[in-house]
């Protein structure tokens, strides 16, 4: 009997020991949150602060007050890969040298390096492309290409079945980039014969959109987001439009579906993957 009572004592006494090891865990797991949550709290708050911070700093500070520094910028934000990476595709300082300021600049706001670019602001931007190439950016006026040099006729009809055309990136779906010479209205022979007829001025850097040619007419886009309409036998401008990104894709002509009569629509892509939809004839925005 004795032994009976010692070994239910035993048993109390450690379901006991097991309760209050029980309590103790619960309120170690309830310290460990509270912990958690106040930390949490705690780096938040400083993130907040901080982020209020900066834009507090910014605003304070009036555009021009004080130049840029773009060596600084260009050693903190872009040394790593131009000056310190021996990636081969990685373009070093030494030939980034050679480009113009405004290429630099193109290539930050919508080339290859802009999703870089976008983490800056325009100052800083141009202040990196200043100091690359040491030279100064240009005073660039928006639009002026657009005020020379325009088709006089306005109302000539838009007919994409009239003459030779390439349209698209491959010249049909299969994208074989092959035409006969009567789709091309062109023989091998008098290729070497070709003369230069007119020309058309475009912004340096920024041509890498292959033309489509419909209805008498040369679309083309630039990677300032330039996109136009121009006549294949005169090189005079029909239309032009400026887009939210650069535009290095070829370009489609085609039906608008339902359109009577019918409605032509030059189809188009840019380098931050919108898709536009544009009247072939005028440019204004379907």
């Known amino acids: 009997m004795a032994g009976d009572g010692r070994s239910l ?20 797991i309830r310290l460990l949150e509270q912990n958690w949550h106040s930390r949490l709290v705690a780096v938040l708050g400083m993130v907040i602060a901080l982020s209020m911070s900066l834009a507090l700093a910014r605003a304070a500070a009036p555009p021009g007050s004080e130049p840029l520094n773009g060596e600084q910028l260009y050693r903190r934000y872009c040394a790593q890969c131009h000056s310190k990476s021996r990636a081969l595709r990685v373009p070093q300082l030494d030939v980034l040298r050679r480009m113009q300021p405004q290429g630099v600049l ?14 800056r602001t325009v100052e800083e931007r141009r202040a990196i492309a200043e100091f690359i190439t040491g030279k100064k ?5 928006e639009g002026k290409e657009t005020i020379v040099g325009r088709c006089t006729d306005g109302s000539v009809k ?16 299969a994208n074989a980039h092959f035409q006969s010479a009567e789709e091309a209205g062109l023989t091998p022979d008098q290729v070497q014969k070709l003369k230069v007829k007119w020309a058309f001025g475009f912004p340096s850097n920024t041509l890498l959109s292959q ?12 990677l300032r987001g330039g996109v136009y309409s121009i006549d294949a036998v005169k090189g005079c401008l029909y239309w032009s439009i400026k887009t939210a990104a650069g535009v290095r894709t070829a370009m489609t002509v085609g039906m608008l ?7 032509y629509v030059l189809y188009f892509g840019d380098i931050s ?3 536009s939809a544009v009247d072939a004839k005028t440019g204004e925005q379907v």
């Not at 193109?106 to 802009?114: S, Y």
């Not at 033309?211 to 630039?222: A, E, L, S």
């Open 9 to 28: 004592l035993d048993m109390e006494a450690c379901e006991r020991s097991r309760n209050r090891v029980r309590m103790n865990n619960r309120t170690g």
């Open 106 to 119: 193109d290539a930050l706001e919508v080339g290859t390096m802009r999703f870089q670019g976008i983490q």
């Open 137 to 141: 950016l240009a005073q660039e006026q």
């Open 158 to 173: 838009f007919d994409p079945a009239s003459g030779p055309q390439w349209n698209g990136w491959g010249a049909g779906s």
């Open 211 to 222: 033309p489509t040619v419909v209805g008498g007419r040369i679309f083309i886009g630039t």
């Open 257 to 263: 579906p339902g359109s009577k009569p019918p409605r």
């Open 273 to 275: 993957a919108n898709v």
